[in-house]
């Protein structure tokens, strides 16, 4: 079974940027579809972006497009997300997902979930 860390979270200032990190061990990646969600206070789980097992072609949430970029080295079992321009609304606890399906452009998780890492942005 695959298990995945997720690091790279912190407190920014609006506008500023972030990289987190999905590192997985156990087993490779490099044919699993992967994803981003974050969940903030008080709010449910939400999709964030989608990058297929070969990282020809990514989906992202229309509150992030442009903003974010997902990313992935499956020689380095490592996943990514860019994360510019971060505003206040972004801030949550960010998870990784892998091994889910991609249909009809929507990203239904796996039960592989990584422990998640805090991002805050202050205004």
């Known amino acids: 079974q695959v298990q995945l860390v997720e690091s790279g979270g912190g407190l920014v200032q609006a506008g500023g940027s972030l990289r987190l990190s999905c590192a997985a061990s156990?087993?490779?990646?490099?044919?699993?579809?992967m994803a981003w969600f974050r969940q903030g206070s008080g709010k449910e789980r939400e999709f964030v972006a989608y990058?297929?097992?070969?990282?020809?072609?990514?989906h992202y949430a229309d509150s992030v497009k442009g903003r974010f970029t997902i990313s992935r080295d499956n020689v380095k079992n490592m996943m990514y997300l860019q994360m510019d321009s971060l505003k206040p609304e972004d801030t949550a606890v960010y998870y990784c997902?892998?091994?889910?399906?991609?249909?009809?452009?929507?990203?239904?998780?796996?039960?592989?979930w990584g422990q998640g890492t805090q991002v805050t942005v202050s205004s």
């Open positions: 997902n892998a091994a889910g399906s991609y249909n009809s452009g929507t990203y239904v998780s796996s039960p592989y």
């Open positions: 156990g087993r490779a990646i490099n044919r699993y579809a």
């Open positions: 990058i297929r097992w070969n990282g020809d072609y990514t």
